[in-house]
């Protein structure tokens, strides 16, 4: 079993950045290919990116793509979500996913077997 923790969530202006950090216990994150979602308020939960079990391969969606970075330190069982110039619709809650899939990229939540509880990011124009 793996339990996943995310952090760094906040209020921020336009333009602002921030990380979001997604640590894990119970179980290595190493074999795993991880997720990061996001859900807005009154909206489905969506795809943001992925990165594979190496962090040699990232996938991002095309509302995210040149504006997010997703990495990870498999030393620290943490993977990790860069997002620069943030927008007033980046605002939600922000899920890091592990995959047990078989599309280490899926951008399906159902791929994804592990979930953490989320973190608020709230971006004010």
């Known amino acids: 079993q793996v339990q996943l923790v995310e952090s760094g969530g906040g209020l921020v202006q336009a333009g602002a950045s921030l990380r979001l950090s997604c640590a894990a216990s119970g179980r290595t994150l190493s074999s795993l290919a991880m997720g990061w979602f996001r859900q807005a308020p009154g909206k489905e939960r969506e795809f943001v990116g992925a990165i594979s079990w190496t962090g040699g391969l990232t996938s991002y969606a095309d509302s995210a793509k040149g504006r997010v970075s997703i990495s990870r330190d498999n030393a620290r069982n943490t993977i990790y979500l860069q997002m620069n110039n943030l927008k007033p619709e980046d605002t939600g809650v922000y899920y890091c996913?592990?995959?047990?899939?078989?599309?280490?990229?899926?951008?399906?939540?159902?791929?994804?077997?592990?979930w953490g509880q989320g973190t608020q990011v709230t971006v004010s124009s």
């Open positions: 996913a592990g995959n047990t899939g078989s599309r280490w990229n899926s951008p399906s939540g159902r791929e994804y077997t592990y």
